[in-house]
């Protein structure tokens, strides 16, 4: 078995992480939290300890590391002794952090794909960039290095894995919906950093058709989805990471991912797209000083982490899965609804953060368990889906099922 875990980054996500963390550390052991200021891990560790989350009495200690200096990140692996990485820092950090443990021998997980800072959008599929050109080290190594293991990705792709082992026989489309049908009462925010998510936004946008990576703009296709609890949505198309993983397992399959937005949030991404504030190259203002515009907008909108306490509603993610059973046409949508203000009250974070950071902390218990520590590299859809979504119910992410026979709830046996 292994145990105790660090945690890396200290966001909204984080939080959630610490808290799940806590409430389970009878199996994870002692708990560190680290990010490149100190300050945020202690305000975390005092929500854990305000909330009286520890399951028993043990370790939760703070600590400040650059994350992007891998030498320092495997000092701090073993000085803590964790044999457990959870990496919900900034995705510019994945590839460093995943060095490290492959140095020490520590299991590794994240929640998004890596990016490089000076690059958007790059050539599918975006694994193979980079993660992906870990696995052999990481087999070598014998690390468990579970990658995009959030909600979308990470959930979302078990939930495939479950379609193709539960419901149907043959798969051939998945639709990925995420709808956050919730208001936080800002003008203007995003749901997490600000940098990340316009990042996600304003490159093309890749699904995979026809045998094919298909190329859209932004917006260019857009839909309505009927679903439980939050009705009648309209979502579009949009590049996405699990897109990139699934049409590897499922390359017969059309894979697409679709998220919900309303008109302002369009109107706004439009205006500061079009103005250049979007970008992520410097520029130099009239006074000589050379800002990156996008880190420019991220300082002036609020802190996600700031919405939770107002934040109302509910999101509704899951997978259309269409394809046959007994030789005839079926579909199935398997899915989740988290609500914000039970996530806030539970655990200080709204529901977008809930919903990306219960998940990595399921296979934390799993790998320390040993159901999950396979000892490679190995993307959701890759591992047996059932004790992962058994864990997710008893944990706070309920998982439904509907299809001919109804809507239902999952639990297996």
Same mark, same amino acid.
Request: with cysteine; aromatic share 8%; glycine share 8%.
């Given at each position: 078995? /292994? ?29 560190? !939290? ?6 945020? +891990? ?34 701090? &692996? ?12 900034? %995705? ?8 490290? +443990? &492959? ?17 958007? +959008? ?15 080290? +990481? ?10 293991? @959030? ?22 489309? !998945? ?10 009462? /800002? ?13 996600? *936004? ?16 932004? *917006? ?7 679903? %439980? ?43 500061? /797209? ?17 800002? !990156? ?31 046959? /059973?007994?030789?005839? %046409?079926?579909?199935? *949508? ?16 709204? @529901? ?42 008893? &944990? ?18």
């Amino acid at each position: 078995m /292994k145990k105790n875990v660090l945690i890396i980054g200290a966001g909204g996500v984080a939080q959630v992480v610490a808290h799940k963390c806590a409430q389970h550390n009878d199996v994870l052991g002692d708990l560190h !939290i680290a990010s490149r200021t100190k300050s945020k +891990c202690d305000a975390i560790i005092a929500s854990v300890e305000e909330k009286g989350a520890m399951k028993v009495p043990g370790t939760f200690a703070a600590h400040a590391v650059d994350a992007m200096d891998t030498a320092a990140v495997a000092d701090l &692996i073993r000085e803590t002794g964790a044999q457990i990485v959870v990496n919900v820092g900034s %995705p510019f950090v994945n590839m460093s952090v995943l060095d490290a +443990c &492959i140095q020490t021998g520590a299991a590794y997980m994240d929640t998004a794909i890596h990016e490089d800072p000076g690059k958007i +959008c790059e050539t599918p599929p975006w694994y193979g960039n980079y993660e992906w050109k870990k696995r052999e080290a +990481c087999e070598k190594a014998g690390v468990t290095a579970i990658l995009g293991v @959030g909600f979308d990705p990470g959930v979302v792709n078990a939930y495939a894995r479950l379609a193709e082992e539960e419901y149907l026989d043959t798969i051939e489309s !998945i639709d990925i919906v995420d709808i956050n049908a919730g208001s936080h009462g /800002k003008w203007f925010s995003t749901n997490f950093d600000p940098e990340i998510n316009f990042r996600e *936004f304003t490159g093309t946008v890749y699904s995979w058709q026809n045998g094919a990576w298909q190329s859209n703009t932004m *917006f260019e296709v857009g839909r309505e989805w009927d679903l %439980p609890v939050v009705g009648r949505q309209k979502a579009y198309m949009t590049g996405h990471d699990e897109v990139h993983s699934l049409s590897a397992r499922y390359p017969q399959a059309d894979v697409r991912f679709w998220m919900g937005f309303g008109d302002h949030y369009i109107n706004v991404f439009t205006v500061l /797209k079009n103005l250049g504030l979007l970008s992520e190259q410097p520029v130099t203002t009239a006074e000589g000083q050379e800002v !990156i515009p996008l880190k420019v907008v991220k300082a002036v909108l609020p802190d996600p982490a700031s919405l939770a306490p107002n934040y109302t509603g509910k999101t509704c993610i899951g997978d259309v899965v269409r394809g046959t /059973k007994d030789g005839k %046409p079926a579909e199935v *949508f398997i899915y989740n609804v988290a609500d914000h203000k039970e996530a806030y009250e539970e655990v200080g974070s709204q @529901g977008i953060s809930y919903t990306a950071g219960v998940p990595p902390v399921a296979a934390a218990i799993l790998i320390a368990n040993g159901t999950w520590d396979v000892r490679k590299m190995a993307n959701v859809e890759d591992l047996d889906p059932r004790p992962f979504i058994n864990l997710l119910n008893r &944990i706070g992410l309920p998982t439904r099922v509907k299809d001919a026979a109804g809507d239902r709830a999952v639990e297996f046996g």
